[in-house]
């Protein structure tokens, strides 16, 4: 006999979903999930950015006050501006060169992240 897909694999498709839904829900209330940073009340508040921020967190240290807004927000506008030109670039200065300089700012954002990560 030929199964046709209303009602015969609907049915099995919703079963398996079914069933699947219950395993995770199952899952989750055996296993819960840790939700964000644990809370230690006595201690100093001291701000920390998410993980993609660290390296402009890292990059403020290096600014005083009255030159924050270089290492802000210039600094960084100039490698987004890079990064979106990097067609232009290319075509002007060739791809070997554009793409060192861009690999050489993902290596500087990563080992950025890492330091202000460790410290």
């Given at each position: 006999m030929k199964k046709k897909f209303y009602p015969d694999y609907l049915?099995?498709?919703l079963f398996v979903a079914i069933l699947t839904f219950e395993l995770i829900l199952i899952l989750t209330f055996i296993f819960p999930p840790l939700i964000?940073?644990?809370i230690d009340f006595i201690?100093?508040?001291?701000?920390?950015?998410?993980?993609?921020?660290?390296?402009?967190?890292?990059?403020l240290r290096f600014f005083p006050?009255?030159?924050v807004?270089?290492?802000g927000v210039l600094l960084p506008l100039g490698v987004l501006a890079f990064l979106i030109f990097i067609p232009w670039i290319d075509k002007k200065i060739g791809w070997k060169l554009t793409a060192f300089i861009?690999?050489?700012?993902?290596?500087?954002?990563?080992i950025i992240t890492i330091?202000?990560?460790?410290?």
């Open positions: 049915i099995e498709i964000g940073r644990e201690a100093a508040y001291q701000p920390r950015p998410e993980w993609y921020y660290l390296w402009l967190f890292w990059l006050t009255d030159t807004f270089i290492g861009a690999l050489t700012f993902l290596i500087i954002f990563l330091i202000e990560v460790i410290s």
